[in-house]
């Protein structure tokens, strides 16, 4: 069975923002070992804050993306 990690916003933030950090160490290791569960509203948090303008000069999109945060806009059924 698969450990399940729950992970608040400021953490998923942190890990985005800072790759050597103790939150991307988290984050790395609920990827590794087991399952990260995320709510809608905490995601929606994480992706309000991630794409700050403020955190352009921290982050690009391909930095983004390569971490997994990746959300389709418009998905179809």
């Given amino acids: 069975?698969?450990?399940r990690y729950v992970l608040d916003a400021n953490v998923l933030v942190s890990a985005v923002l800072s790759p050597g950090s103790t939150a991307n160490l988290a984050y790395q290791k609920a990827l590794?070992?087991?399952i990260l569960l995320i709510s809608v509203e905490t995601f929606a948090e994480c992706e309000?804050?991630?794409f700050r303008s403020k955190f352009d000069r921290y982050i690009s999109v391909v930095t983004v993306?390569?971490?997994g945060w990746v959300k389709e806009?418009?998905?179809t059924s």
Avoid: A, H
Wanted: glycine share 6%; aromatic share 0%.
């Fill in 32 to 34: 590794d070992t087991g």
């Fill in 73 to 75: 806009r418009n998905p």
């Fill in 48 to 50: 309000s804050v991630i």
């Fill in 1 to 3: 069975m698969l450990n």
């Fill in 65 to 67: 993306v390569t971490v």
